[in-house]
């Protein structure tokens, strides 16, 4: 294994004042090191992890991370900052600023090394040491000093305990028993990276929990692999805290325990309070009774600073939505493995192709007509699951395991009754309910074992099947079909209407709850596809791609506009336009947004209104350009993205150049150095 960090990789007078400027910085390192391939790649993927969440921690740390295409081996580049930059944090800027790098497919071993820095940032004399160190070579020994565990003190720790205790008991006259029965917590930890909020909020609770006198027990479900608590250590512990920001595997393991639920910031910024509020809850007899789902009341922190655990403590609302997207994001693989097979094969047999005979019957292996057949049929049968997987993985975001086969059945019923998309939600809403519901009534031990695989899919499965067949498949069914002749009727300003409103809501929070549901009821119009539905999905995917595509252009056009990291976020911003990565523009609105949101929401209202327009169809759920030779209408369509681009790019290099002075002079040099100054 190569080193993960070098003297090359260390800085420790890191001049940048933003938290871009520092990742570029220390980025720069890394790929002069060979480490990092691309730069504006890398870099990209770095903005991505932090605009889920911030990555600066109390105590003056920022720990940047991410998995990336771009990195070929685990790396750790290190600066220091005399001034501070804003990571986030709470308590102020950051001063230790870690750039954490890891392959998108690391080995166990090097993510365990990454795990073991993270544990460390814990520990005061290593920060101090690192804050006080002046030579990089010895900085950078000091950080790998954590790739080894260190075993003589933890046995010399493990012998002194029969002593320690012994000399308790004859303290205390002999009265006592040699050793009493501490709280017991098991806890489970995670982040949406899995590389280092994991480690340091397991190791945070750790620490917490010895100067407690509380026997802490964490499962790190991180990218360096998932083991397991041992189920005894479960069955012996008297709470459970979850610090997690992606969801819990495995949940019923908890079954029946206090439970506090959190964010991950949580376990690493007030693992003490974590700790009191377990034991608090254990002397109340304040226990999760559901299964493996049950929402635990939490902290009482709903919110999403990473002191709260998101969607189980959010608004319904809120938690509707994460419902639904679970769903939708598993079956967006098919809608595009389905929609691009169909396309294909209109591409090569036109679409007269969809009436053919079966394949299985009827297939010559030198006719075209006979693959493009092949293509449509076999793209037909994963079209089949959208509806059943839709309603499947929305009851499996309720309720987990136990709904998926209520979740299923009812989907399939949606379909029998021409219920479609919309009975798929219904079925999937009322399959992880009743799962829910059946989960809450209590039973005896015996039958504890029995019920998430036999007891509750079947009782959740004949309730859903006689909802969805008997009381509400029908009712939904004729809305469906209203609502797919109103898609199909549209035409001239109504079509127009739709396209504003959709390229509104891709535009104005750029990969945020307006953007999904938008993109959410497009995908949904695929698991039926008429030629209204194909005319929306069109118009969401054009929409979505110009906020990054019009900053790349803002950039090149009027580069004194910007700032130098701007400039060359820029150039990523090309390719992640393209590619539909509307995310590829929250960089430009984050620094600007009274600027840059209204500039990309109006060239998206253009790009939807003439897409819908133009009549551009579109069968799968993504690909941004590299999909137009399988759109309807594609000149049109490519059109309809250059007009919203040029109008974006028109209004954002309008609404920049009225002010007196480009950023740069508010600190920011040009690319050479000096300082640039544009008039209004």
Same mark, same amino acid.
């Given at each position: 294994?190569?080193?993960?960090?070098?003297?090359?990789?260390?800085?420790?007078?890191?001049?940048?004042?933003?938290?871009?400027?520092?990742?570029?910085?220390?980025?720069?390192?890394?790929?002069?090191?060979?480490?990092?391939?691309?730069?504006?790649?890398?870099?990209?993927?770095?903005?991505?992890?932090?605009?889920?969440?911030?990555?600066?921690?109390?105590?003056?740390?920022?720990?940047?991370?991410?998995?990336?295409?771009?990195?070929?081996?685990?790396?750790?580049?290190?600066?220091?900052?005399?001034?501070?930059?804003?990571?986030?944090?709470?308590?102020?800027?950051?001063?230790?600023?870690?750039?954490?790098?890891?392959?998108?497919?690391?080995?166990?071993?090097?993510?365990?090394?990454?795990?073991?820095?993270?544990?460390?940032?814990?520990?005061?004399?290593?920060?101090?040491?690192?804050?006080?160190?002046?030579?990089?070579?010895?900085?950078?020994?000091?950080?790998?000093?954590?790739?080894?565990?260190?075993?003589?003190?933890?046995?010399?720790?493990?012998?002194?305990?029969?002593?320690?205790?012994?000399?308790?008991?004859?303290?205390?006259?002999?009265?006592?028993?040699?050793?009493?029965?501490?709280?017991?917590?098991?806890?489970?930890?995670?982040?949406?990276?899995?590389?280092?909020?994991?480690?340091?909020?397991?190791?945070?609770?750790?620490?917490?929990?010895?100067?407690?006198?509380?026997?802490?027990?964490?499962?790190?479900?991180?990218?360096?692999?998932?083991?397991?608590?041992?189920?005894?250590?479960?069955?012996?512990?008297?709470?459970?805290?979850?610090?997690?920001?992606?969801?819990?595997?495995?949940?019923?393991?908890?079954?029946?325990?206090?439970?506090?639920?959190?964010?991950?910031?949580?376990?690493?910024?007030?693992?003490?309070?974590?700790?009191?509020?377990?034991?608090?809850?254990?002397?109340?007899?304040?226990?999760?009774?559901?299964?493996?789902?049950?929402?635990?009341?939490?902290?009482?922190?709903?919110?999403?600073?990473?002191?709260?655990?998101?969607?189980?403590?959010?608004?319904?609302?809120?938690?509707?939505?994460?419902?639904?997207?679970?769903?939708?994001?598993?079956?967006?693989?098919?809608?595009?493995?389905?929609?691009?097979?169909?396309?294909?094969?209109?591409?090569?047999?036109?679409?007269?192709?969809?009436?053919?005979?079966?394949?299985?019957?009827?297939?010559?292996?030198?006719?075209?007509?006979?693959?493009?057949?092949?293509?449509?049929?076999?793209?037909?049968?994963?079209?089949?699951?959208?509806?059943?997987?839709?309603?499947?993985?929305?009851?499996?975001?309720?309720?987990?395991?136990?709904?998926?086969?209520?979740?299923?059945?009812?989907?399939?019923?949606?379909?029998?009754?021409?219920? !479609?998309?919309?009975?798929? @939600? $219904?079925?999937? =809403?009322? #399959?992880? +309910? *009743? /799962?829910?519901?059946?989960?809450?009534?209590? %039973?005896?031990?015996?039958?504890? !074992?029995?019920?998430?695989? @036999? $007891?509750?899919? =079947?009782? #959740?499965? +004949? *309730? /859903?099947?006689?909802?969805?067949?008997?009381? %509400?498949?029908?009712?939904?069914?004729?809305?469906?079909?209203? @609502?797919?002749?109103? =898609?199909?009727?549209?035409?001239?300003?109504?079509?127009?209407?739709?396209?504003? %409103?959709?390229?509104?809501?891709?535009?104005?929070?750029?990969?945020?709850?307006?953007?999904?549901?938008?993109?959410?009821?497009?995908?949904?119009?695929?698991?039926?596809?008429?030629?209204?539905?194909?005319?929306?999905?069109?118009?969401?995917?054009?929409?979505?791609?110009?906020?990054?595509?019009?900053?790349?252009?803002?950039?090149?056009?009027?580069?004194?506009?910007?700032?130098?990291?701007?400039?060359?976020?820029?150039?990523?911003?090309?390719?992640?336009?393209?590619?539909?990565?509307?995310?590829?523009?929250?960089?430009?609105?984050?620094?600007?947004?009274?600027?840059?949101?209204?500039?990309?929401?109006?060239?998206?209202?253009?790009?939807?209104?003439?897409?819908?327009?133009?009549?551009?169809?579109?069968?799968?759920?993504?690909?941004?350009?590299?999909?137009?030779?399988?759109?309807?209408?594609?000149?049109?369509?490519?059109?309809?993205?250059?007009?919203?681009?040029?109008?974006?790019?028109?209004?954002?290099?309008?609404?920049?150049?009225?002010?007196?002075?480009?950023?740069?002079?508010?600190?920011?040099?040009?690319?050479?150095?000096?300082?640039?100054?544009?008039?209004?």
């Amino acid at each position: 294994m190569s080193e993960l960090i070098t003297a090359e990789l260390v800085d420790l007078d890191l001049s940048a004042t933003t938290k871009d400027a520092a990742a570029r910085s220390l980025a720069e390192r890394m790929v002069a090191a060979h480490r990092v391939t691309d730069l504006d790649g890398f870099l990209a993927d770095v903005a991505a992890r932090e605009a889920q969440m911030p990555t600066g921690l109390d105590g003056g740390i920022g720990i940047p991370h991410c998995r990336s295409e771009h990195v070929n081996a685990p790396t750790l580049a290190f600066g220091r900052s005399g001034a501070g930059i804003d990571f986030g944090a709470a308590d102020g800027p950051a001063d230790l600023i870690f750039l954490i790098a890891a392959p998108a497919g690391a080995d166990d071993d090097h993510l365990t090394i990454l795990s073991g820095l993270a544990r460390r940032l814990m520990d005061p004399e290593f920060t101090a040491a690192l804050r006080a160190g002046t030579d990089p070579r010895a900085v950078a020994a000091l950080i790998r000093g954590g790739e080894a565990p260190e075993e003589p003190e933890q046995e010399q720790a493990e012998t002194e305990k029969p002593e320690q205790a012994e000399t308790g008991t004859e303290a205390a006259g002999g009265t006592e028993a040699a050793e009493s029965v501490p709280f017991r917590i098991v806890a489970v930890t995670s982040c949406p990276t899995g590389i280092a909020h994991t480690y340091m909020a397991a190791e945070s609770l750790a620490a917490a929990g010895r100067a407690e006198g509380v026997e802490v027990t964490v499962e790190t479900q991180g990218s360096a692999g998932f083991k397991k608590l041992d189920p005894a250590v479960v069955a012996a512990a008297d709470a459970v805290i979850w610090a997690h920001d992606v969801e819990v595997r495995e949940k019923a393991r908890f079954r029946g325990k206090p439970l506090v639920d959190v964010g991950v910031k949580a376990g690493i910024n007030r693992p003490a309070e974590l700790i009191a509020e377990a034991r608090r809850k254990a002397e109340r007899g304040e226990i999760a009774t559901a299964t493996d789902s049950d929402k635990a009341s939490g902290s009482g922190d709903g919110d999403r600073d990473g002191n709260g655990s998101g969607a189980d403590h959010a608004h319904f609302g809120v938690r509707l939505r994460t419902y639904l997207m679970s769903g939708v994001s598993y079956m967006v693989p098919f809608v595009a493995a389905g929609g691009l097979l169909i396309a294909l094969s209109f591409a090569i047999g036109g679409y007269e192709i969809a009436s053919a005979k079966s394949v299985a019957d009827h297939f010559v292996w030198g006719e075209a007509d006979s693959w493009a057949a092949l293509l449509n049929q076999i793209g037909s049968a994963a079209f089949g699951f959208l509806v059943p997987v839709l309603a499947g993985y929305i009851a499996y975001g309720m309720a987990d395991r136990p709904a998926l086969v209520p979740g299923f059945v009812g989907g399939a019923i949606a379909l029998t009754v021409n219920a !479609g998309f919309l009975g798929g @939600l $219904v079925a999937g =809403l009322l #399959a992880g +309910a *009743v /799962v829910m519901a059946v989960q809450r009534v209590p %039973v005896h031990a015996t039958l504890r !074992g029995i019920m998430p695989v @036999l $007891v509750i899919p =079947l009782i #959740a499965s +004949a *309730v /859903v099947g006689f909802l969805m067949f008997i009381v %509400v498949g029908k009712p939904i069914a004729s809305l469906q079909n209203a @609502l797919t002749d109103w =898609l199909n009727g549209l035409s001239g300003s109504n079509a127009v209407i739709l396209g504003v %409103v959709l390229g509104l809501m891709m535009c104005f929070d750029m990969g945020g709850p307006l953007n999904k549901v938008a993109y959410a009821f497009a995908v949904g119009g695929l698991a039926d596809p008429t030629p209204g539905s194909l005319k929306v999905m069109a118009a969401v995917m054009a929409a979505g791609m110009v906020p990054p595509l019009a900053m790349a252009l803002a950039t090149t056009v009027r580069r004194r506009l910007f700032t130098k990291t701007e400039r060359e976020n820029g150039r990523a911003a090309w390719v992640l336009g393209a590619s539909f990565i509307t995310e590829g523009a929250i960089p430009f609105a984050a620094a600007d947004p009274l600027r840059v949101i209204p500039s990309v929401m109006a060239g998206g209202a253009v790009t939807g209104a003439l897409s819908m327009a133009f009549g551009a169809t579109l069968r799968a759920p993504h690909g941004g350009v590299f999909v137009v030779p399988l759109i309807g209408e594609p000149f049109l369509y490519l059109l309809a993205i250059a007009a919203g681009t040029l109008v974006a790019t028109a209004l954002v290099v309008l609404l920049k150049g009225a002010r007196r002075t480009a950023p740069e002079t508010a600190g920011d040099a040009g690319a050479d150095g000096s300082r640039v100054t544009v008039a209004a």
